[in-house]
T-cell receptor, first 113, second 116 residues
Framework: QKEVEQDPGPLSVPEGAIVSLNCTYSNSAFQYFMWYRQYSRKGPELLMYTYSSGNKEDGRFTAQVDKSSKYISLFIRDSQPSDSATYLCAMSRFSNSGYALNFGKGTSLLVTP | GAVVSQHPSRVICKSGTSVKIECRSLDFQATTMFWYRQFPKQSLMLMATSNEGSKATYEQGVEKDKFLINHASLTLSTLTVTSAHPEDSSFYIC????????????FGSGTRLTVV
């Protein structure tokens, strides 16, 4: 079992829809949880990071962490065509490599006008 | 905000040659830098972690003699793919973390390597 599981999609929604992206993980040692957005052939861009269970909101984005269920989510409200990208969840824990990130496979999102 | 510059963005090389990829932190000192490889429609796979002034730590299955990492200063890390082969063609991305930051990872824009 991989440490981080993420449905690769693709996910297609109409403009204005609420998007829900999810990841599950198996290692309870993960401490920090992040969501990255990656456009084609570009490096990932940090959208949100959270540490504790609960919700964190930033504009149209809400990150949710449920440590008891080992489940994290990213919600995008009023989705726009410019939100079309691959969304990667990432988690970190301290290891011999320091705080290296473990990534999900990424979910490809397409927002149609 | 923290910016990481990665060069080149794209490189094509002949099989058997070596290619160097640079990763620079522009406005912060990066005590730790990470190198990832990403195949099409796959996740980022950590290859190695480099700490300034010490040897890199390679993940299991990554050949350290093939993927040479040098982190000679707090703002520069390089990845050299030696004796490249077509199977090394991939998207390579570096990431840097500022000191005292456990979550402040900033990524470079990536390097598309094609070995012909």
């Amino acid at each position: 079992q991989k440490e981080v599981e993420q449905d690769p999609g693709p996910l297609s929604v109409p403009e204005g829809a609420i998007v829900s992206l999810n990841c599950t993980y198996s290692n309870s040692a993960f401490q920090y949880f992040m969501w990255y957005r990656q456009y084609s052939r570009k490096g990932p861009e940090l959208l949100m990071y959270t540490y504790s269970s609960g919700n964190k909101e930033d504009g149209r984005f809400t990150a949710q962490v449920d440590k008891s269920s080992k489940y994290i989510s990213l919600f995008i409200r009023d989705s726009q065509p410019s939100d079309s990208a691959t969304y990667l969840c990432a988690m970190s824990r301290f290891s011999n490599s320091g705080y290296a990130l473990n990534f999900g496979k990424g979910t490809s999102l397409l927002v149609t006008p | 905000g923290a910016v990481v510059s990665q060069h080149p963005s794209r490189v094509i090389c002949k099989s058997g040659t070596s290619v160097k990829i640079e990763c620079r932190s522009l406005d912060f000192q990066a005590t730790t830098m990470f190198w990832y490889r990403q195949f099409p429609k796959q996740s980022l796979m950590l290859m190695a972690t480099s700490n300034e002034g010490s040897k890199a730590t390679y993940e299991q299955g990554v050949e350290k003699d093939k993927f040479l990492i040098n982190h000679a200063s707090l703002t520069l890390s390089t990845l050299t793919v030696t004796s490249a082969h077509p199977e090394d063609s991939s998207f390579y991305i570096c990431s840097a973390r500022a000191e005292r930051s456990s979550y402040g990872y900033t990524f470079g824009s990536g390097t598309r390597l094609t070995v012909v």
